[in-house]
Each structure stands twice: as structure tokens, then as C-alpha cells.
């Protein structure tokens, strides 16, 4: 490689640094210029977050592999490169297993990455992520290219570091403490909000600007969208993060316990109330109130609770005595509360109290390819529990999941990957390094049969001789969205293949085995 080439590659992320850009757009050039810089199948971004490594880019490797959360201590490769001061080649031979295996995109044969290396970036002197390049010929890099990809990172390290500078600022300005907490995990057990469909991103930004107020907010959504996730990201973006969120699930409780559940009770209440008892509000003091499924709640109760709200005092069940307490209200239903008003099943009053701001929460199929994303995440948690080298979706899978409604959402997701990838390896036999699961090992409706409800435009359509045939529904999905990609973008395969997610190269070969080319 010679220095004008290098020169060339690097010029413009160091034009970049003066620039005000989008931290995807930035990271994206990053990897371009990479991978011009030294040629490969696939490159990755990843930012080091406590145990685990989350991808910020990826160039040449699956969509999924956004949503994936790589623990450190499961992938020797991944921890030998952090704990490198420069850049690692790993042999070709080698027999540490590779992440990326199977994940390359648009193959569903020749999984194995062969040829590998990778750099751990430094802010501040103190271990940021990883920057890594993988190809499938097992000779693709040569030794005295560690000394360009020390020299880019170098330069990867400063681009990151002006993203952060810019999003520090930019925090600065609207409540630094609120705006990092949304992107944070949202709870102790390392759940995300993962997703980069618009209306996940307008969602995130509701978070954002109901989180540094105080105001009740009412949450509504399909079941199984992830509402107690929201309402844990809200009380994670509020000044009272750092007091608990107390959670109740209203429907779990048969009515004359809901009563004790919230209020508490003293000795001798009712019969078992051998002890006093403090109850939900009370434990929320000072922090948030979660009630779940609270278009379940009876009139009775209701009214209770509307006192409670109203004047933030209660009485526990069998005592006189008043009880203050300081506590945002935050509750969660997939009913119409409005039309249960309407009806006379629920009272106006306590309706308007709850629904101060009220959310929406967008079904999954109204998410676009982030179910990509979030089967990455769900299919990384399995790998890692089912004890595999790589589990990864086929294209035709990854089409079936596209396609299908999910009435279920994303709770249904996570137990259809779950379920098929323990099925997909019970019925292969031996165990295999690689586990790909197909269209066929998703326990999913044939979508090339009509539904109930029709399909949205860019949807799967049975085409002829697809009746019955998922793998001819699928490539014909697959040939419809990317002649229509194609059109709106006047045939710039480049641009085409940036809206899909796709790498150029790997869109250039699947069009031509769809017959597009």
C-alpha cells in the first residue's frame, strides 16, 4: 500500500472531523473509507459498554448483527483484541471461534470468515471498542497492512471521539442526564431499546421529552410491543432515576387484593393480615409507579386510586391514619380507554388523570427491518444459551420475517426465535458449528398463503407457483422490494442497497441470482 493511497483514503474523515453529521452517517463513512482503505467482505464498529461489545456500524455483514450483544467473555477473539495495545491478525488456521461466522451477508453457503484482523480504539487512554475486518479468503490481508489499520485507527479513534464531543454538547443543551439514559439499558438485566425504523426513533424522542417532566403518562399498545420497557426508559430518563420504579400488574390480582397491593394495610385488616404492610405507593416514594394493564382496575378501585393522585395521600386498608407520598404515575394498557368510558366500563375522570400524556407504542410490524435487528439481539441471546459457535438467518428467513404480521409483536419474536432455533438444532442431528435456521425452521404462517388481514404495500405477495412454496414466495418478495428500491432511487444500486442494508456488492449478487441482472 503506498502513502498516496493511504492519504487518499484518510483525507476524507479528516474533513469529516469539522463536520456536523449524523453519528450513523459518520460511523458509516468510517467503515467506507476502511474498507476502500483495505479491501475486505465485512467490517465492524463496536463500542465497549462494561462486559459487552454493542455494534454502532457494520459494512458487509448481516442487518441483524445491529441488534446483536456480544459478551466479551464468550468470544476469545473479540477479548484478545481488547486486551491488544495494536492491531491483531488471526491465523487463518486459527481455532478460536469467529463472531462473525455466518454473518457475512447475503451468503447462506461458505459461512466461515477465514481471514481476520482487528484494533481496539483508545479515548482518553482508556479502552473505547473495536474496529474489525473480516474476509472470506483466508490469505486476504497481508502482514504489513497491521501498520495501515493502526494508522486508520488512529484517525477512527479522533472520529469517534468528535462524535461524542458533538453528542456531549448537543446533551448539554437539553438535559444531558435525560437524553443519555433512553440510549441506556433500560433496566438492570441489560434490555435495550433497540431499533432504527423512524417510528422507533420517534418514540425515543417522546421518551426523551415526557422523561424530565412529571407528568402521568399513559402508555397503550398492542401486546407484547414492550410497554413496561418504555415505562422503565422513562423513569430511566427522569430526575427520579436514581429511586426505584415500583411495577404492578393490575390484571395479575384478583380485586380484593388490589386494594392491599397499592395502599398497604395494617394488622388485622382482613384475615392473613398478620403484620403492618406497606403498599406499592408507599415502596414508590419519591420514584415512579408502574401499573401495568390498568384498564383492568374496577370502578372501585378507580375511585381510590383517583384520591391517591389527586391530593398524594392514601390510607393503608384497616387505618384512619394519612400517609404522604411523592410518586409519578406511569401506567400501561392495551385497551381503548376512551371507548370504556364511552361504554360506562371506566370513569372519565380517573381516564383523564391517567392519560395527562399519553404514548403510543408502535406494533412491530409497523417497525420496518427492525425486527432484523431485534432477532439479532434475540438469536445472540440463544447462541450464547444453547452453547453454538454462530446462530444466523438465511435470507430466506430473514424475508419470512419481514413478511409476516406478527400479532404477537415483539414478545412473540423473542419466543419464535427461541423456540425454532432449540428445533432447528434437535432435528440437524449432529451438532453443527453453524446453525442456520431457514424459512422452513420458523414456526411462522406460510406467508405465501392470503392472511386474514391484508399485507401492506412492499409486503410479501404470493406470485405464480408460490402457493405453497415459501422458498418461491420468498425470493419473490425478495424481487419485488428490490425492483421497487431500484425505481424510486432510478437505478443507483449503490444508493438501492444503502435504504436495504445491504452491502453493494452483496446486492449486486443477489439480483443477479433473483434474474434482476
Request: aromatic share 4%; net charge negative; glycine share 8%.
Given at each position: ?52 461489545l ?12 445491529l ?16 486486551s ?15 463472531p ?34 473480516d ?73 426523551n ?143 383523564h ?90 414456526d ?18 404470493a ?17 419485488q ?37
Amino acid at each position: 500500500m503506498t502513502a498516496k493511497s493511504l492519504l487518499t483514503a484518510l483525507l476524507p474523515l479528516v474533513a469529516d472531523l469539522s463536520r456536523e453529521l449524523p453519528e450513523g452517517e459518520r460511523y458509516r463513512r468510517l467503515l467506507e473509507a476502511m474498507r476502500a482503505l483495505l479491501p475486505c467482505d465485512a467490517a465492524a464498529l463496536l463500542r465497549l459498554d462494561g462486559d459487552w461489545l454493542v455494534p454502532l456500524a457494520v459494512d458487509g455483514l448481516s442487518t441483524d448483527t445491529l441488534g446483536r450483544r456480544f459478551k466479551v467473555s464468550e468470544h476469545p477473539r473479540f477479548a484478545a483484541l481488547l486486551s491488544s495495545p495494536g492491531p491483531t491478525r488471526f491465523a487463518s488456521d486459527s481455532e478460536l471461534p469467529d463472531p462473525y461466522d455466518g454473518l457475512v451477508e447475503g451468503l447462506d453457503e461458505h459461512l466461515e470468515v477465514h481471514d481476520c484482523m482487528g484494533c481496539p480504539l483508545f479515548i482518553d487512554e482508556r479502552p473505547w471498542g473495536l474496529l474489525t475486518l473480516d474476509a472470506l479468503d483466508p490469505q486476504r490481508f497481508q502482514p504489513v497492512e497491521l501498520d495501515a489499520l493502526q494508522a486508520f485507527a488512529s484517525l477512527a479513534a479522533a472520529t469517534v471521539n468528535a462524535a461524542e464531543r458533538i453528542e456531549r454538547l448537543a446533551l448539554r443543551l437539553e438535559d444531558e442526564h435525560q437524553r443519555a439514559e433512553v440510549y441506556r439499558q433500560a433496566s438492570g438485566q441489560n434490555r435495550e431499546m433497540i431499533g432504527q425504523s423512524k417510528a422507533h426513533k420517534r418514540l425515543l424522542e417522546e421518551i426523551n421529552l415526557v422523561g424530565g417532566s412529571d407528568l402521568t403518562v399513559l402508555i397503550t399498545g398492542e401486546t407484547g410491543v414492550g410497554k413496561e420497557l418504555v415505562a422503565q426508559a422513562i423513569h430511566a430518563a427522569s430526575p427520579r432515576a436514581d429511586k426505584p420504579i415500583i411495577s404492578l400488574n393490575c390484571a395479575a390480582l384478583p380485586e380484593t387484593l388490589v386494594e392491599s397491593e397499592l395502599f398497604g394495610h395494617v394488622r388485622g385488616a382482613f384475615t392473613g393480615a398478620t403484620q403492618d404492610r406497606r403498599g406499592k405507593f408507599e415502596l414508590a416514594n419519591g420514584g415512579t409507579l408502574f401499573l401495568d394493564e390498568v384498564g383492568e382496575l374496577s370502578l372501585t378501585v378507580q375511585a381510590k386510586l383517583l384520591r391517591v393522585l389527586q391530593s398524594g395521600q392514601l390510607q393503608r386498608l384497616g387505618s384512619d391514619r394519612e400517609h404522604q407520598v411523592d410518586v409519578r404515575l406511569i401506567a400501561a394498557t392495551n385497551r381503548d380507554l376512551a371507548e370504556e368510558v364511552r361504554s360506562g366500563r371506566y370513569r372519565a375522570d380517573f381516564y383523564h388523570r391517567l392519560s395527562v400524556y399519553p404514548l403510543q407504542v408502535p406494533a412491530l410490524r409497523d417497525r420496518g427491518r427492525d425486527v432484523l435487528l431485534l432477532s439479532g439481539y434475540f438469536l445472540e441471546q440463544n447462541r450464547s444459551r444453547m452453547g453454538l459457535g454462530s446462530l444466523r438467518l438465511t435470507s430466506a428467513a430473514q424475508a419470512a420475517l419481514l413478511a409476516y404480521q406478527w400479532p404477537g409483536n415483539v414478545r412473540e419474536l423473542e419466543h419464535l426465535i427461541g423456540r425454532s432455533a432449540l428445533k432447528a438444532l434437535g432435528s440437524r442431528g449432529e451438532r453443527p458449528k453453524i446453525l442456520s435456521l431457514d424459512a422452513v425452521d420458523l414456526d411462522l404462517p406460510d406467508v405465501s398463503t392470503p392472511s386474514a388481514s391484508p399485507l401492506p404495500t412492499g409486503t410479501l405477495a404470493a406470485g405464480p407457483g408460490a402457493t405453497g412454496d415459501l422458498r418461491l414466495a420468498t425470493e419473490n418478495y425478495q424481487r419485488q422490494l428490490i425492483t421497487e428500491c431500484l425505481e424510486r432511487h432510478r437505478h443507483n444500486w449503490a444508493s438501492a442497497a444503502r435504504e436495504l442494508g445491504l452491502d453493494r456488492a452483496n446486492l449486486g449478487r443477489m439480483a443477479k441470482r433473483l434474474g434482476l441482472k
